[in-house]
């Protein structure tokens, strides 16, 4: 496979290069006014003009997980000196630490809500769209349409009827039920990208592997899932992003035991004034993990289908 | 090393029919070569064999056994196909190792190399073992996908056009192989080619297939001097059979509707007069092109011979064969 274009002009490589930086700044520069924010002061985080140069703080991750309390001031002269280095940048705002925050445990939902109902979507999809892909199933294309077509409104517009069935069976505020949830929402697109991954893998593949001493599963198994392992990552990766951004359901299902990061966060500010540092270092942390996961599957992304075993 | 039976096989795809109530017998031991036009059956046959499809109606044993309901896995088959479908994740060696690797033979892995090394050495690619599948030219692949089946030892080879992309050296190399290993295995092999050089060279038994009918089953010879009809009679031979109105030298049996002349059953030097219109000179012999009362043929000749387009030739036939209207032989 080879294609040639005619090269392009200087004026259209400049104009294309550009392009390309004005976008990435376009699309960098609210990741980087939130990173920045987080480890500024509260007084430097709303100062107008936007402070580009100011002295870092840590005032912003301490407060995430900590809660904090005013004592009187001859309690607070009594103190001991701080112990640690976090005591001692609560000390500093005049105040003591009361006890660890609760973002930790909801950072935590996120990763078990937002990976288990990933793996799970990965799972069922990809048996999914290898049944749709090579057997015959009956009434095959309305299915699939009708696996589509759950996408055809937004999720959110079913809340009340979900939030009702959830808390007649007892999934309310659980992991489970919003595994379950964030699966079913995610299950159509990955069957439907899925499907057009294995799709592309020629069939000969399982066939020489039946014949060379396999079963179907083991066929699949040792055969089209390494070749599927591109379409997997990058569906996973979309089924992630979504699960772990999640916002409205995630208010209207959880609040003590499941609650994901997401709903937590907003509700940091409501801490003595407004905390902006403590909610953009909220914010910093919570995007680390789809950024791992996704620059850990980037080789997948980047690296496109494989061509030529089989002579076309 | 096994018989292989079919017997009644029938399989259509939606309107069209694969196979109608084919029966063959392929001995044990025997390299069976089935020839015919692309759609004539040929690969769903092997396909039938190999358990990948399922016959609508008939049934196939293997070693005596009946393979109805039998995975390909369990049926001990190993076959090349015409796409090599090599695993493109895998290396070359990895992709030979495969079949040894799996749960159905398990071979331990000091037997998996020598296997492999040998068969990489009959097929001239032991250079290529650690390169990824991906990276090979298309007669490295088909040559690989020949040897992912060569590395076992199965009941029946089967064998679809694996020689079909390949250079002519190498084709002409690995023809000879080919060969040798199954006289020496003993193996079976059902092999589906369009060359009938390889069909007269390696075959055996010879089956004929047309629109999913077996319509001759023999020896190479059989069906060169004996076919049944001028479709069986011109899947053999190079130049191929002259088929002419049956009257056209005189004497025709009844019901003769034409004549069938290998070229070298037509004789020179008496008989009636015919024009030669082109001469083409292949070194080990020569081809001569004639026209016979508006008819073309073609004769082979001496190699040497002094004749230029132009002149003239006195032919009659030897040994002709006759066929009915429908195309069908005559006693």
Same mark, same amino acid.
């Given at each position: ?42 007084? #430097? ?28 001031? #001859? ?65 095959? #294309? ?171 | ?7 009644? &096989? ?65 049926? %001990? ?218 008819? %073309?043929? &073609? ?11 132009? %002149? ?20």
């Amino acid at each position: 496979m080879s294609f040639s274009v005619t090269d392009p002009s200087r004026g259209t490589k400049w104009f294309a290069g550009v392009m390309v930086v004005a976008y990435a700044i376009i699309t960098i520069l609210p990741l980087v006014w939130i990173i920045a924010t987080g480890f500024k002061s509260p007084a #430097d985080a709303i100062a107008y003009p936007p402070k580009v140069v100011f002295e870092p703080s840590l005032e912003g991750y301490v407060n995430l997980f900590t809660t904090r309390t005013r004592v009187t001031e #001859d309690d607070f002269a009594a103190l001991p000196p701080p112990a640690t280095w976090y005591e001692k940048v609560v000390r500093d705002q005049g105040m003591v630490i009361a006890g660890p925050s609760r973002y930790g445990e909801r950072f935590l939902n996120s990763v078990i809500i937002g990976f288990g109902s990933t793996v799970l979507c990965m799972i069922l999809g990809t048996a999914a769209a290898y049944a749709f892909s090579r057997f015959r199933v009956p009434l095959k #294309d309305d299915l699939l349409f009708f696996i589509l077509s759950t996408r055809m409104m937004p999720p959110i517009a079913v809340a009340i009827p979900i939030f009702l069935m959830f808390r007649q069976i007892g999934l309310n505020d659980t992991h489970l039920g919003m595994i379950l949830l964030y699966t079913a929402v995610n299950l159509s697109l990955s069957v439907w990208l899925l499907k057009g991954f294995i799709d592309e893998i020629p069939v000969e593949y399982e066939e020489a592997a039946l014949i060379d001493g396999y079963t179907r599963f083991q066929a699949f198994y040792k055969v089209v899932l390494p070749q599927a392992a591109t379409g997997i990552a990058s569906t996973a990766i979309f089924c992630l992003i979504f699960a772990w951004n999640e916002y409205a359901f995630a208010v209207l299902l959880t609040s003590g035991t499941a609650q994901t990061a997401p709903p937590f966060i907003p509700t940091i500010i409501g801490v003595g004034g407004k905390d902006w540092p403590a909610v953009a270092a909220g914010a910093t942390i919570f995007l680390v993990p789809v950024m791992v996961f996704t620059i850990l599957l980037r080789k997948h992304l980047l690296r496109g289908i494989t061509f030529g075993a089989v002579r076309k | 090393m096994a018989e292989v039976v079919l017997s009644g &096989i029938s399989k259509r795809f939606g309107e069209d029919v694969a196979l109608d109530d084919v029966s063959m017998t392929v001995p044990d031991g025997s390299f069976v070569v089935l020839l015919g036009p692309t759609g004539a059956g040929k690969t769903t046959t092997l396909r039938m064999v190999s358990g990948l499809d399922v016959p609508d109606r008939g049934t196939i044993s293997i070693d005596g056994r009946d393979m109805t309901g039998l995975t390909p896995a369990q049926r %001990d088959v190993a076959m090349v196909f015409q796409q090599y479908s090599l695993y493109p994740h895998l290396t070359v060696r990895e992709n030979l190792e495969f079949p040894l690797k799996s749960p159905v033979l398990r071979t331990p892995q000091d037997l998996i190399d020598r296997k492999v090394g040998e068969v990489a050495e009959i097929l001239q690619i032991s250079h290529k073992l650690g390169n990824k599948a991906t990276e090979l030219s298309g007669g490295e692949m088909q040559r690989v996908s020949i040897g992912r089946a060569l590395v076992r030892n199965p009941l029946v080879y089967l064998m679809d056009e694996p020689l079909s992309s390949l250079d002519a050296k190498l084709r002409a190399d690995l023809r000879v192989e080919l060969k040798n290993i199954q006289s020496h295995s003993g193996a079976t092999l059902l092999y589906v080619t369009h060359d009938q050089i390889e069909a007269m060279t390696m075959a055996t038994h010879v089956g004929v297939l047309d629109h999913g009918r077996l319509v001759q089953f023999g020896t190479p010879r059989q069906i060169y001097e004996d076919p049944v009809s001028i479709y069986a009679a011109s899947r053999l031979g190079l130049p191929r059979i002259n088929v002419l109105p049956a009257d056209l030298f005189g004497h025709a049996p009844d019901r003769a509707a034409y004549i069938g002349l290998r070229p070298e059953h037509i004789s020179q030097g008496e008989g009636q007069e015919s024009q030669v219109t082109r001469v083409e000179h292949l070194g080990d012999q020569t081809r001569l092109h004639l026209k016979f009362q508006n008819h %073309d043929l &073609i004769t082979v000749t001496d190699a040497h011979t002094p004749l230029v387009s132009g %002149d003239v030739v006195r032919i009659q036939p030897k040994k002709p064969l006759f066929f009915d209207a429908d195309g069908a032989r005559l006693g």
